[in-house]
């Protein structure tokens, strides 16, 4: 069985177009959903969803089609970088699945999608057609509020569709990821100001780690700060020492942290080298994991009485 997981992010927090939107996922046949999250203050709905190769692209398009159908970008506003109403959709391999086929079912959906709807895509992470094109943050500059400047500069041509500003959709990034890591973290302080400190000490591009993205957000209903994070990578980059450097940081400007939380679904990984880090345990491994055990033994043909 072949399964691919597919986040598409959309530029929304509104109740209706929230349902809507994941009813699309829900219809698709062969297409399951596993999580949706959404708030305010980010005004970003994140979706996680698996199937096989025909599915996944199929509940794709017809969850970013409703999106574009409910969200007009003019109104738009939010703290989370965005230059689109179907901001981005990755595609990544779980199993008997390759990140090759991965990038070819992303530009299926990114030409599907530009073709049918009129909206510009461009291709990042393994299905970037140039170097810079693999970070989000490259293709993001400027946002939606400078993209009509931004799309006419030759360099910056969509891969699909017309090089063209959308006003009312903005622009779709499409593309290929390995499995990575969403984790945000709140800090006891409304001070905007120390929590991007804070996330600047842990982005990979402002002197933090390779493979760590990190902003910061003000959450209004709980006067409190939060460190939203992307760990691109968290085998070679693991969730715990991203922790202690926050922790750090905190620390260093006198700030408590109050909760924490995944953003999408937690990769099983992730959680045992946290559990390995601070209870010490030794030789912990993702097939001594009860649950992984019995799904190992059954697949194998094992025998239950």
């Not at 500003?165 to 390995?178: D, E, L, V, Y």
């Not at 591009?205 to 959450?219: E, Q, Y």
């Not at 942290?257 to 030789?283: Q, R, T, W």
């Amino acid at each position: 069985m072949e399964i691919i997981e597919c986040v598409p992010n959309f530029s929304t927090s509104e109740l209706k177009a929230v349902e809507l939107i994941i009813n699309e996922v829900k219809k698709t046949r062969n297409a399951f959903l596993l999580d949706y999250t959404f708030d305010d203050y980010y005004n970003r709905l994140v979706v996680s969803f698996v199937g096989d190769k025909k599915s996944v692209v199929e509940a794709a398009l017809n969850a970013s089609f409703k999106a574009l159908e409910l969200i007009d970008m003019r109104t738009h506003k939010g703290q989370h970088p965005r230059i689109g109403a179907v901001d981005v959709v990755p595609f990544i391999p779980i199993k008997n699945v390759t990140i090759e086929e991965c990038v070819e079912l992303s530009k299926k959906f990114g030409e599907t999608l530009a073709e049918k709807s009129g909206v510009p895509v461009y291709l990042y992470g393994e299905a970037a057609t140039s170097p810079e094109r693999r970070d989000l943050d490259w293709i993001r500059k400027g946002e939606y509020e400078k993209l009509a400047e931004m799309i006419i500069k030759p360099e910056r041509k969509p891969d699909f569709g017309p090089a063209a500003f959308n006003p009312k959709s903005g622009a779709t990034i499409t593309g290929a990821r390995k499995l990575m890591a969403g984790f945000n973290v709140n800090l006891g302080t409304n001070d905007l100001k120390i929590a991007k400190k804070i996330a600047k000490a842990l982005h990979s591009k402002k002197g933090g780690f390779s493979n760590v993205k990190a902003m910061a957000a003000f959450i209004p209903e709980k006067n409190i700060t939060q460190i939203g994070m992307s760990i691109s990578n968290f085998e070679k980059t693991p969730l715990y020492r991203v922790f202690e450097l926050l922790k750090v940081e905190c620390a260093r400007y006198n700030v408590p942290i109050v909760g924490s939380e995944f953003c999408g679904m937690a990769p099983l990984k992730a959680l045992i080298d946290i559990a390995a880090y601070y209870l010490k345990i030794d030789n912990l491994t993702e097939d001594r994991v009860l649950e992984i055990a019995i799904q190992n033994a059954m697949e194998k043909g094992g025998n239950f009485e």
